[in-house]
């Protein structure tokens, strides 16, 4: 259950290590013992999540859930490192998209089972908060928020502005010129001020 680490051999145009090739190149796969194929797959940061089905040599086919971690570094001759983990394995990974998981055949294994319900109860939190029009990300820029600053126990309020650096709008504090990430003000208790 370790990690493998090689050399890519799949890059973007700007000569980045393309993790979704790399993982689909994994998965697929065609053996004595039958074959394997990505159905569908999608990310979640550097974790992929994949629908995968196998085909025996009988012809008897079942669709399972795979989650491939991820890593990259531009400083070693072996830039791509992985791990796979099947969900018969349950993984800590949790954040596997409802269309991937509609897709799996039906299981008897208990950890795969309570991976999907883990999965599904994650995605419905997501969906919430996404049609909730007081989170950060649905705010319209001009938006401010207050919060007390866990470090400083002081409450600051930070502005939704657009920056021409940033592809993402970004939070400013009104005060202090210091920038915050939308993940650290979404961890605290706020309110929204305008």
Not at 75 to 99: A, H, L, R, V, W
Request: net charge positive; charged share 25%.
């Amino acid at each position: 259950m370790g990690w493998t680490s090689q050399r890519a051999t799949f890059y973007t145009d700007d000569g980045k290590v393309d993790r979704k090739q790399e993982v689909l190149h994994l998965c697929n796969e065609n053996s004595e013992n039958g074959e394997w194929k990505v159905l569908k797959i999608a990310n979640v940061g550097s974790t992929f999540y994949c629908a995968v089905q196998r085909t025996r040599p009988n012809g008897e086919r079942y669709v399972f859930g795979e989650v491939v971690l991820t890593s990259t570094t531009s400083k070693d001759y072996f830039n791509f490192s992985y791990k796979t983990i099947s969900e018969d394995c349950g993984p800590c990974e949790d954040n596997c998209p409802p269309s991937i998981l509609n897709l799996l055949s039906p299981t008897n294994s208990e950890w795969a089972n309570n991976w999907r319900k883990r999965c599904y109860e994650n995605a419905e939190k997501v969906r919430i908060k996404n049609q909730d029009p007081h989170s950060l990300k649905n705010l319209p820029l001009g938006a401010v928020v207050e919060f007390i600053n866990p470090r400083t126990k002081e409450t600051e309020q930070v502005r939704k502005t657009k920056h021409p650096m940033f592809k993402r709008p970004i939070w400013i504090c009104v005060d202090k010129n210091v920038r915050y990430l939308q993940t650290q003000i979404d961890k605290l208790p706020y309110k929204v001020i305008k």
